[in-house]
């Protein structure tokens, strides 16, 4: 990170991992952006209008738009920025939705994505259902398919475990070594 950029915290994880809920904390803690999931919003409109869920054609406008917030957010961030999903949660999502499918473009934003550290939040935490949520039996399964990923770009992370409470202490220990790293 240099002096006049950011510390770019991705929430990394599969559904119902409690991202949002330690993304809030983080950004408040450190008076901060958190830069909200677009997918959510975008999803709930299109079931919302049509039952429709999330196709392939989908994808692209998720991706453009994480990237528009996080720009949009970046410019009044304090010395760090928190950021819900990226497009290597869009990589996953697409290759486990749609039968191991996801276009060049999205592989190769995902693989050359910038951010200085992933928080991989656990599935240690009751699920909460919602309309947008689909795989409450798979959350292991789904968690090491995030690892993987991960480990297969050399990505720097941390499994994130525990309560509220524990997660906030873990992470603000972790986060406080980059700063003072960076």
Not at 38 to 51: E, G, I, P, S, V
Not at 122 to 137: F, G
Not at 170 to 182: A, H, P
Request: with cysteine.
């Amino acid at each position: 990170m240099s002096k006049n950029k950011c510390l770019k915290i991705v929430l990394f994880g599969p559904e119902s991992s409690g991202k949002t809920t330690l993304a809030n904390h983080l950004a408040a803690h450190y008076n901060t952006n958190c830069v909200p999931e677009f997918a959510r919003d975008y999803l709930q409109k299109k079931w919302d209008r049509n039952n429709e869920v999330c196709s392939l054609e989908d994808l692209p406008i998720i991706i453009e738009g994480q990237k528009s917030l996080e720009n949009k957010l970046i410019k009044n961030s304090n010395k760090i920025i928190f950021c819900d999903t990226n497009v290597v949660v869009t990589q996953i999502w697409s290759q486990t939705h749609f039968n191991g499918y996801c276009s060049s473009k999205i592989l190769k934003a995902a693989k050359h994505s910038k951010y200085d550290y992933y928080l991989l939040t656990d599935v240690d935490i009751p699920w909460q259902n919602d309309y947008l949520r689909d795989r409450p039996n798979d959350r292991e399964k789904m968690l090491n398919v995030f690892k993987e990923v991960l480990d297969l770009y050399d990505f720097p992370y941390k499994l994130i475990s525990g309560d509220v409470t524990t997660r906030i202490k873990t992470s603000v220990e972790i986060i406080d070594k980059l700063i003072l790293k960076s």
